[in-house]
């Protein structure tokens, strides 16, 4: 038992990383204001991307790199079309996920038999090897891939970087209400601009982590729905990276679930009473395409319960989000 | 201090598509000088200092501020030129503490990086460091100095703040007041108010009063846009009034008299009076009783209102701006819940019905803001003319439109009420009428339907006087057709003119009711404002402001 919660738990802290690193950059795009729904799109540029210079170069940290900045690319013509041509967000986010999907089907066939040896797992210098050894949870949390400890570090650098600098308060200011950030003399295109970039750049990364640290390998389409996952995640989230992380690892469960749900058989014996109604219940809510879906009934749920829970005030969703900005309008 | 005006801006032309805004407008304000910028609703003035505030660029002319001339791409240029701005509509986040709103723009660095402070463990040249600094009033944010700073301030002028609140937990008066700080904190040398009494209490307004004036004794200029008279002689020194883009005059508020500035903003007598007959009076088509309703707040806005309104009748309700009026109008159509009370049509009771029974049962609705509620901007004339009766026999009835028939109806009200500006009813957007000829169709869509019961909820607001005459003769034929009217306004003119019976209404209650052969003018005002309580208020005052204010309103 111990070792299948380990092996679960490890699943989890893997397939989390991804969801991490999405949904902290489109926390930051959402919180200025812009909704960014290309986030798989990019991932799978950055995926791709990422393991092609690996595979060229031999170096994975390149390839990470290169990772994000293609993410930086495409966050680019999101920026310029929904922030100085003003147009609608969910159209050009929506563009962009089918084209990432497009180009690296198309350009990614070549490179699907490929091998590379990506990001080792290791261990934090020091005092890793002590934490390691901590039960059931050491070797999950503490043998990891570098960008497994980079996502960890990032949310509470993301966390100070929006409610404990100025850059954080006016990239707010700007997603609440551009109007009243530009009468305090904020620059809310450059603002917005910084944003969706640095989104663009963790949707890269995102992409990266997966084909050069959990899979190792490139397939056409491998983001499997994770950059949407990591849309929600941002409601789940309420838009605070620290309850991103809470979320990722939840959305990370299920998806190891997933995984694992197809190696285990949950059935209650036929003598049991009402086995015989319980039982294909059970198969019903194992099925791995059922459990699927799991993250986004996790968002429903999430959703229902802060709208009845809180005034709007409280909810965190940035008031402009969605809302062009541009002056002599009124 | 040179000579000359602190503030001087010079043949100031702005265009918007189709319209001039402000056309060679000149504008000169002294050091410590109240200087009130006078004039109806679009008359230019927002614009004119969007303008001095670096939010809109102008067409032509020249600014010059303290004999420097003012080039401003951005607020970002004005704030660091000493001019600061309180909007109409505040520019505050909610979300965001007082602080935090105070300081947004400012970049002030965390305690650790600032430069003058002392108990630093930081050595001071590196602090001093221009990358240093650079990336310490990005990447940190310290809010204790800046935050003792506004406490400072509130103190000084007595303003009554809790720094670290969110500003959605305080008050309108509060809010403004860190609008004030907003601007006191970048230390400003110009402040401009747009219409900051729009949305105070008189008494959170006698307050502004007091703290403006003692902001111009230290030297503070400031330009204070109002349409209302009363305001204007009571703080202001020099008045300049803007018509129609243009600039009308400038005099001292001092040499003029209240009816002088009525005239210069309206460009003709203010008071006009319209011959009506008696009205023949019928059976009631309204009861209500007893009516409750609560604001968007959940605060209670009505506190137990009967009205009852025959055919053939004019129920004026009078009153200041706030006091139910909405609510009202809005319970008496079905569009507000009541929490107590009872509504009646002629012999129907519609107590808690859908709005679409009311407009089945004959009532008909001219709501207070006519492009939120009472048109579809986007939609073209012919479906904003139809879309009361669309469902009506005549346009198909059933499941499909009779588009020929629905334009046919378009044109006859477009031609019945003047609607001017149409030239195809089916290309032309009802947002892209002009005010009152939107306001024209509205009415024209809600009385053609000949109802039994119309409620007019500041039909005539914001309307150029051409209109104005035409919307007030409709609504006097309409009653001679036997249609019972409520006509909510805060235009005593427009009341006492129209009205067969005066009801007065403050605090969601109805204070006092008389008829326009009766009434007392000097009365009315002063129940409009809660009777003998207010301050030992001029009653005369006030209900001859409440006269002369009567046309321009926001």
Redesign the interface.
Known sequence: MAGFVAGLLDATVRASTVLVFASLGEIISERGGVLNLGVEGMMLVGALGGFVVTVVSGSYWLGFFVAGLLGVAMALIHAFLTISLSSDQVISGIMLTLLGTGLTTFFGQEWVSESISGFPRTTLPLVGEYLVGIPVVGEALFRSTAPDFIALALIPVVWFFLFRTNLGLEIISVGEDPETADTMGVDVFRMRYLCVLIGGFFAGIAGAHLSLAFSQLWVPGMTAGRGWIAVALVIFAQWRPERALIGAYLFGLLDALKLRSQAISVQVGAETPFAGTINPALDFVMHPTIMATYPYLATILVLFVTVVRFDSEQLGVPSALLEAYSRETD | MTDGPFLRMEDVLKE?PGVVANDEVDLAVGRGEIHGLLGENGAGKSTLMKIL?G??APDGGEIRLDGRRLDLD???DA?ERGIG?V?QHF??????TVA?NV???E???SALFRAESEDSWLPESFRENRVVSGLA?????GLDVPEQRIADLAEEYGFDIDVGA?I?QLNVGQQQRVEIL?ALYRDVDLLILDEPTAVLTPNEAERLFDTLERLAERGLSIVFITHKLKEVKAITDRVTVLREGENVGTVDTSSVSRADLARMMVGREVLFQIDKDPAEIGDPVLRAENLRAEDERGIEALSGVDLTVRSGEIVGIAGVSGNGQSELAEALVGLRELTDGRVAIADADLTGASPRRFIDEGVSFVPEDRLEYGCAEDLSVMYNATMKDFRDDRFGGGYFLDYDELETYAETLVEEFDVRGVRDTTEMLAGDLSGGNLQKLILARELYRDPRLLVANQPTRGVDVGAIEFLRETILDQREAGTGVVLISEDLDEIFDLSDRILVIYEGEIAYETTPTEADRKRVGLEMTGGEGTDGEPTADSADQAVADGRGDS
Not at chain 2, 137 to 141: C, V
Request: glycine residues 4%; positive net charge; without cysteine.
């Open positions: 918007f505030y939010l809109y951005s607020p970002q704030i701005m909007h520019m505050l986040i909610p979300r965001l935090e300081v947004l723009g970049r002030e660095p009033r990005r990447f940190s944010l969110s959605w907003k």
